[in-house]
C-alpha cells in the first residue's frame, strides 16, 4: 500500500492522532492489511453468501 | 496421595468427599504455591486470596453438611483477565481499561459460582487478547513453567502457565485464533476450544464477535469435561448462543477409539506450514497411537492452512476494529505496541473484503463438513513449533502465527490441544483433535483415548 494511500486512509479512520505519534505502527498495520486480504480465494459464485447467515427473530 | 497441587479436579472432588481432604486445605497448599512461584510466572494480573478462602471455607462447611453441588464444588478455578467478575476490574490486561470494575459475573463466572468453584482471580492474558507477550503493559506477560525463559503461548497465558505450574487445577480462557489451545499446546496441558455456541461469551470482552469461544483449560481430558458440564448452556444474552443440548460431556470417555473414524490432516504441518521434525514426529505418532488402539485412520484434505489463516486474520482485525476504533483514535498510546499493530490493521480492510472472507467462510464450513461425512473426528498440529523465547520478539512474531487453530475458530467446530510429545530442549510439543458441531464429548473421547494410552498427562514442569 502506497504511503499516500495509508495516510489518506489512516486519516480517513480518524487515526490522526496514531499517525502523528505512531507512525511506524499505523505503517506497520497497513501493511498487515495488504499482505492478509490476497490469500483469500473470494467465491465467485454470487450465490454464496457470508457466514452467518441473517435470520429473522421468533415474531413474538 | 501426590502432593495436592498436582491433583486433578477429579481426584480433588472425591478427596472432598471422601473427607480425606478440604477445600481449604487445597486451597491453602496453592495460594503458598502461588506465593512461591508467582514471582517468576506472574500468571496473576489479581489474585483475590482472602475471597477465595472465603469460598473455600463456605464450600467446605456445605460439604461436610452433606449439600454438595458437584464435583466443582471447592475446586480453584482462574480466570482470563477478559472476563468479568463481578467487584474486580477487567483490565484485559490493558492501561486502556484498568479501572474498569465489573458490575456483575459474566456468565461462565455465574455459572462457576453455581457449581460452586472457588474463584481465584484473574489471570494474565496478551492484551485484549490479541498483542502478544509484551513488556510495556501495566503487568508483566505470564511466563512458561517448562522454561521461564520461553512464551506459554497465549492469549490466555496466566491460565495456560498456572494450570502447567499446579498453582490451580483449572483455567478459564478464550480463543479467537486458538488463544485457549495455544497455551495449552505450549504449556503442555489440555485446552478446549467448544462448540460455537455452546459456552456463553456474556461478560467476557470481546475480540472478533463471530470467531470469539470461551473454553477450559485442564490438565486431564476428565477435567476439561468437568469443567464444560459447569460452564455449558444456552443463555439468551449472548446472541451467539446455541439452544441447550445433551450434557455430561464425560459420558464417552471410556469408550476408547475402537472403529471410529479419524481423519488425518497431513497438509496442515507437513506442507502448508511445515512443522519442526520433532512436532511432525510427535504428530504422526498420535496417529499410530489412536491406530493401535482401534481407530480407523485415513488423510482427509480441506482448503489450504494460509488460507484459513488469511479468513481469520481478515475477519478478526475487521471486527476487532469495530471494537477498539474509538480508543484508537483517541488513546492509542494507552495500547501496547503490539496489541495497537495488531489491531488497526481493521481501519485499511475494505468492507468487500471482510464480507469476502465472510462468504470464503462459508465453503470452508461446507469442506469441514463434507469431511465429517466420512471421519467422525479429525486430527491434526496445533502448533508447528515449540514455545519460542519470550524475549525474542522477531522468533515469537515467526513462530506465533506457524499453527492450524485458526480454522475451527473460522468453522466453529469443537477442537482440542494436548501435550504429545517433549522436544530435545524439554519443551511442551502437542497435537490437536477436532469434532463435528455439539460433539464435544466424542472430541474428549479420543483425548482421553490418547491420553490413557500415553504418559504424556504425567509429565511436569521442572519448576519446583
Known sequence: MEHDLVIALAKAAGLEKALTDYPDDVAAAAAQAAETGGAIRVPTDPAIEPWPPMRAGTGR | ?464
Request: charged share 20%; aromatic share 6%; glycine share 10%.
Open chain 2, 1 to 464: 496421595m501426590s502432593e495436592l497441587h498436582w491433583l486433578s479436579i477429579a481426584e480433588m472432588a472425591a478427596a472432598f468427599a471422601a473427607r480425606r481432604l478440604s477445600p481449604v486445605e487445597v486451597l491453602s497448599a496453592l495460594l503458598a504455591r502461588i506465593e512461591r512461584l508467582d514471582t517468576r510466572l506472574h500468571t496473576f494480573v489479581r489474585l483475590d486470596a482472602d475471597v477465595a478462602m472465603d469460598a473455600a471455607r463456605a464450600a467446605e462447611r456445605d460439604i461436610a453438611a452433606g449439600r454438595s453441588r458437584g464435583k466443582l464444588h471447592g475446586i480453584a478455578v482462574g480466570l482470563k483477565d477478559i472476563i468479568d467478575v463481578a467487584g474486580l476490574p477487567t483490565t484485559c490486561h490493558s492501561k486502556i481499561l484498568l479501572d474498569n470494575v465489573a458490575r456483575a459475573d459474566a456468565t461462565v463466572t455465574a455459572k462457576l459460582r453455581q457449581a460452586g468453584a472457588v474463584i481465584l482471580g484473574k489471570l494474565a492474558t496478551h492484551e485484549f487478547a490479541i498483542g502478544g507477550p509484551s513488556f510495556d503493559l501495566p503487568f508483566p506477560p505470564a511466563r512458561n513453567p517448562w522454561n521461564p525463559d520461553h512464551h506459554p503461548g497465549g492469549s490466555s497465558s496466566g491460565a495456560g502457565a498456572g494450570v502447567a505450574a499446579g498453582l490451580f487445577p483449572a483455567g478459564i480462557g478464550s480463543d479467537t485464533g486458538g488463544s485457549v489451545r495455544n497455551p495449552a499446546s505450549c504449556c503442555g496441558i489440555v485446552g478446549l476450544k467448544p462448540t460455537y455456541g455452546l459456552v456463553s461469551r456474556r461478560g467476557v470482552f470481546p475480540l472478533s464477535y463471530t470467531l470469539d469461544h470461551v473454553g477450559p483449560l485442564g490438565r486431564t481430558v476428565a477435567d476439561i469435561a468437568l469443567l464444560l458440564d459447569a460452564i455449558a448452556g444456552h443463555d439468551a444474552a449472548d446472541p451467539g448462543s446455541a439452544p441447550s443440548g445433551a450434557r455430561d460431556f464425560g459420558r464417552e470417555l471410556d469408550r476408547g477409539v475402537r472403529d471410529l473414524r479419524i481423519g488425518f490432516i497431513r497438509h496442515f504441518h507437513e506442507t502448508d506450514m511445515p512443522a519442526t521434525p520433532e512436532m511432525t514426529a510427535a504428530i504422526a505418532d498420535a496417529a499410530r497411537v489412536l491406530e493401535s488402539e482401534g481407530a480407523l485412520v485415513r488423510t482427509v484434505t480441506l482448503p489450504s492452512l494460509n488460507e484459513f489463516a488469511a479468513v481469520n486474520r481478515v475477519i478478526l482485525a475487521s471486527e476487532a476494529w469495530s471494537v477498539h476504533a474509538p480508543w484508537l483514535r483517541t488513546r492509542p498510546g494507552d495500547y501496547g505496541q503490539l496489541a495497537r499493530r495488531r489491531l488497526m490493521p481493521g481501519a485499511f480492510i475494505a468492507a468487500g473484503d471482510y464480507v469476502g472472507a465472510q462468504r470464503r467462510r462459508a465453503q470452508m464450513i461446507a469442506a469441514v463438513e463434507d469431511a465429517f461425512r466420512d471421519v467422525d473426528v479429525l486430527l491434526c498440529a496445533s502448533s508447528m513449533d515449540p514455545a519460542s523465547r519470550i524475549e525474542d520478539s522477531a522468533e515469537t512474531a515467526r513462530t506465533y502465527p506457524r499453527q492450524a487453530r485458526t480454522p475451527f475458530n473460522v468453522t466453529g467446530h469443537p477442537a482440542l490441544a494436548m501435550m504429545s510429545g517433549l522436544s530435545d530442549n524439554g519443551l511442551p510439543l502437542s497435537v490437536q483433535f477436532a469434532g463435528r458441531y455439539f460433539q464435544d464429548a466424542t472430541v474428549l473421547r479420543v483425548a482421553a483415548a490418547y491420553e490413557r494410552a500415553t504418559e504424556w498427562h504425567t509429565r511436569r514442569p521442572p519448576i519446583g
